[in-house]
């Protein structure tokens, strides 16, 4: 199976700052990496899917980039509504969708 | 597409958890669609449960396999999800999704409200 690490696992930051998560896959997945945002007490939203494709309706301060292994998701600048757990989700290994165990970023 | 769970909120340890998800906005028979189920552990990350693919292709988390079955119900356009044997452990919330496989590409890009499902006698 297909581990997923995340670093770091919290962060705080000020708005307006640039967030940078990463995320590694155990083995080469190509590009086949997605990101979801969750706030508290809600269901996950995608963002970004195949490492770098913005979801429809999602702010352009939000992108991602990498490939094979090692992944960067990035919000250029932190709003105080980006306050969430982000989470990447691998589907190289199908049907076995595994994610990651999460970035929570917080206000400073 | 709205997706909304449904099933009994509390479950005794060694029963089964049944849950139903609603579909709204499309059918649940619709081609090329992976109707899915997500769990989280209180506090924790997301685990994915099963998929039911074309209303008869199915597919399990091998870690759950033995005790989880997945289908859909085309007359009343929801998906449901059977979880045998519960333990404490399987308390969490469970999401329904939905992953429209484009061209290849998989993403959750529509899911449920969410339903904490809590094991206890």
């Known amino acids: 199976d297909i581990q997923m690490t995340q670093s770091p696992s919290s962060l705080s930051a000020s708005v307006g700052d640039r967030v940078t998560i990463t995320c590694q896959a155990s083995?080469?997945?190509?590009?086949?990496l997605n990101w979801y945002q969750q706030k508290p007490g809600e269901a996950p939203n995608l963002l970004i899917y195949d490492a770098s494709n913005l979801e429809a309706g999602v702010p352009s301060r939000f992108s991602g980039s990498g490939s094979g292994t090692d992944f960067t998701f990035t919000i250029s600048s932190l709003q105080p509504e980006d306050i969430a757990t982000y989470y990447c989700q691998q589907y190289d290994d199908l049907p076995l969708f595994t994610f990651g165990p999460g970035t929570k970023v917080d206000l400073k | 597409v709205q997706l909304q769970e449904s099933g009994p909120g509390l479950v005794k340890p060694s029963q089964t958890l049944s849950l139903t998800c609603n579909v709204s906005g499309d059918s649940v028979i619709r081609g090329g669609y992976y109707w899915s189920w997500i769990r989280q552990h209180p506090g924790k990350g997301l685990e994915w449960i099963a998929s039911i693919y074309n209303s008869d292709s199915t597919y399990y988390n091998p870690s759950l396999k033995s005790r989880v079955s997945i289908s859909v119900d085309p007359s009343k356009n929801q998906f449901s999800l059977k979880l045998t044997s519960v333990t404490a452990a399987d308390t969490a919330v469970y999401f329904c999704?939905?992953?429209?496989?484009?061209?290849?590409?998989?993403?959750?890009?529509?899911w449920g409200q969410g339903t904490l499902v809590t094991v206890s006698s």
């Open positions: 999704a939905k992953d429209p496989a484009y061209g290849g590409t998989h993403y959750f890009d529509c």
């Open positions: 083995q080469d997945i190509s590009n086949y």
